[in-house]
């Protein structure tokens, strides 16, 4: 059973930075096209970011401001923010699409994480 447990939200400065962390159990980051995703109340999903080998994607939202990463021996997936605005905050998902690495811009997601809350203040 594949597992997603996400943690580093928190709550900081417009300009500051915060790292999201998703630890998978069950499976293998670097098996598998990862993402995150950010949703705020009363509005569809947003995706942010995926990878899968390499060659990361990014939402123009936040191209050149966030990072997505695996680290294989940790089998954790990262997103690191940077210059953080107050429009990002909202709740953040790690994903996983099982069973594909390659392709993975047109891959579905089928594992998420639970949640992680981002408050950026201005």
């Known amino acids: 059973q594949v597992q997603l447990m996400e943690s580093g939200g928190g709550s900081v400065q417009a300009g500051g930075s915060l790292r999201l962390s998703c630890e998978a159990s069950?499976?293998?980051?670097?098996?598998?096209?990862m993402g995150w995703f950010r949703q705020a109340p009363g509005k569809g999903r947003e995706e942010v970011a995926r990878?899968?080998?390499?060659?990361?994607t990014y939402a123009d939202s936040v191209k050149g401001r966030f990072t997505i990463s695996k680290d294989y021996a940790k089998n954790t997936l990262y997103l690191q923010m940077n210059s953080l605005k107050p429009e990002d905050t909202v709740t953040y998902f790690c994903?996983?699409?099982?069973?594909?690495?390659?392709?993975?811009?047109?891959?579905?997601?089928?594992?998420w994480g639970q949640g992680n809350q981002v408050a950026v203040s201005s």
């Open positions: 069950g499976d293998s980051v670097s098996r598998n096209c």
């Open positions: 990878v899968g080998i390499n060659f990361p």
């Open positions: 994903a996983l699409a099982r069973g594909f690495v390659a392709q993975c811009s047109v891959r579905a997601f089928t594992h």
